[in-house]
């Protein structure tokens, strides 16, 4: 989907039952916003995103965890940001 049409007549195609689902309704809300310059398209595209992914399980995968306040815990030096005179 590159255009709002697009987008559009994805939504159109969906089964009716699918179509009144509440994220489905949603994206469609935003859409319609951002076609008639009342809502920016950021929010439309976050719409379809979150109507198409509804099913996808979210898990936080802890080798992806950063490890930066370990290395603070151990001593080592942490840039503040700050300017030293």
């Given amino acids: 989907m590159l255009t709002l049409r697009d987008a559009a007549a ?4 969906l089964p009716k039952a699918e179509q009144h689902l509440e994220e489905w309704q949603a994206a469609t809300e935003a859409l319609m916003m951002a ?10 595209r976050i719409g379809m995103l ?5 099913n996808v399980e979210r898990a936080f995968d802890q080798s992806r965890k ?3 306040c370990l290395s603070v ?3 080592t030096q942490r840039v503040t940001g700050k300017r030293g005179n």
Wanted: hydrophobic share 35%.
């Fill in 35 to 44: 076609a008639e310059d009342r809502g920016p398209l950021m929010h439309a």
């Fill in 73 to 75: 815990a151990k001593g």
């Fill in 66 to 68: 950063d490890k930066h």
């Fill in 50 to 54: 979150r109507a198409l992914n509804r």
């Fill in 10 to 13: 994805y939504i159109m195609k």
